[in-house]
Structure formats: C-alpha cells, structure tokens
C-alpha cells in the first residue's frame, strides 16, 4: 500500500526557475493539502482542496499554484522560484475532515540558490 | 481563526522520565484534536487523536485528554525511550466546511540520552 507518494525528495533550484513537486495517494482520499516546514514555524498550509475540480488558497499561497484534474493527483507548481520558497514540502490526504487521520508523504527538501 | 500554541522546545529528558509537552487552542466549535510525530527524515504520522471534550487518546505509552473547559491537549508519558526522541506536533481541525483545515502548532523537539 503506498500511501502518499511525493516526488522528487530532493530539489536544487535557480532564483526564477519554475518546477512542480508532485503528490500522488491511492487511498481514494478526497482531501489533500500542501504544507510547507520551516524551522520554527511549525507546518503552514500552502493550498489545499476538497475534491476533484476544487482547491482553495491556504496561510501561505503567494507564489504556488495547485491544480486537481483527478482524485489522485495534486501537483504543486513554483512559478517562478524564490529563495524564501526554500523549505521542506509535505503532501498530506485524508478521508473526510473532523477526526479523520491525515496522511503525510515523505517530503520534498527544496533549496532555491 | 483556529490556532495552536504548543510549548516550546527543545526538551531533553533522561530514558525512563516523565514527559509532558503543553499544547492550547484556540477555534471555533467543536474541533478534533491531534497529535502527530515526525522522526527524523520523514513526513509525519499520526500518534493519537481525540474528537470531543474529555475524550482521552492514547497511542505507545502517550496520552492526551481533550479540556474543552482550558481549551487544552496535553501530551503525556510515563516513562519514555531514546525511540521517543523525535519532533511532535499539536494540531486540530473543524468539523464543517469552511473549517476543515488542518492546524499545527510550531512542533517541539524532543531528545531522549539514555
């Protein structure tokens, strides 16, 4: 059962490169979401969505675009990278909200130089 | 809007100590509460939960009871190990659209010297 799986791990990135770190579950979740980790911060929630053809912005989306063409799949997209985006990503899905469990990916540690 | 503030860390115990680490809230509601551990390298994963007021959730030796009256999640441990040692994570989330989003608290870190 692989769960969340987030692609790449690893990202080096120049100042004004674009890139889409990918997030894919095969648990039929409605629910997914993209965070970012810093030091400090805790996790801070980037965009998030509700189902298939739905995303809404979360605390921190200046920068980022999402997207959810199936159930699966939810892409995050860095337009035009920064060295503030330099972070580590999380990928996360869950059933239903309430009490549901969420489910976390493996992260992607992203560097912008 | 819905916040969680959570002790601050680093903690360091000794292997065998009690543990405690505060967590408080603030939403609207009826929230579930969670708390999550993130071991090094990893992504997070969830410990143990509650999803009303006194409920109490517990996960390997860790428990948390849900205070609507101190809007409080206290994680405890009576005794804990080098393998505890890892950052850990208060969160909450609502149980009705326009609320649905997970919450966390900035983590504590904690090491466990044997």
């Known amino acids: 059962n692989a769960g969340v799986t987030q692609t790449p791990k690893f990202q080096v990135l120049k100042t004004g490169q674009s890139m889409t770190l990918q997030c894919a579950q095969d648990m039929n979740h409605e629910y997914m979401s993209w965070y970012r980790q810093d030091p400090g911060m805790g996790l801070r929630l980037i965009h998030y969505?509700?189902?298939?053809?739905?995303?809404d912005q979360g605390e921190v989306p200046n920068g980022y675009n999402v997207s959810r063409s199936t159930t699966e799949d939810f892409p995050l997209r860095l337009l035009s990278a920064a060295p503030s985006q330099t972070s580590v990503y999380f990928c996360?899905?869950?059933?239903?909200?309430?009490?549901?469990?969420?489910?976390f990916g493996q992260g992607t540690r992203l560097t912008v130089v | 809007g819905n916040s969680v503030t959570q002790m601050e860390g680093p903690v360091t115990l000794s292997e065998e100590a009690f543990l405690t680490i505060n967590c408080t809230y603030t939403a609207t509601g009826y929230p579930s509460l969670f708390w999550y551990v993130q071991y090094p390298g990893e992504g997070l994963q969830l410990l143990l939960k509650a999803t009303k007021a006194d409920d109490k959730g517990s996960n390997k030796g860790f428990e948390a009871t849900y205070r609507k009256e101190t809007t409080s999640f206290h994680l405890e441990k009576g005794s804990v190990q080098v393998s505890d040692s890892a950052v850990y994570f208060c969160?909450?989330?609502?149980?009705?659209?326009?609320?649905?989003?997970?919450?966390f608290g900035t983590g504590t870190r904690l090491t466990i010297i044997p």
């Open positions: 996360a899905s869950s059933y239903g909200i309430g009490g549901y469990e969420a489910f």
């Open positions: 969160a909450l989330r609502g149980s009705n659209f326009g609320n649905e989003k997970l919450t």
């Open positions: 969505s509700v189902g298939a053809g739905i995303t």
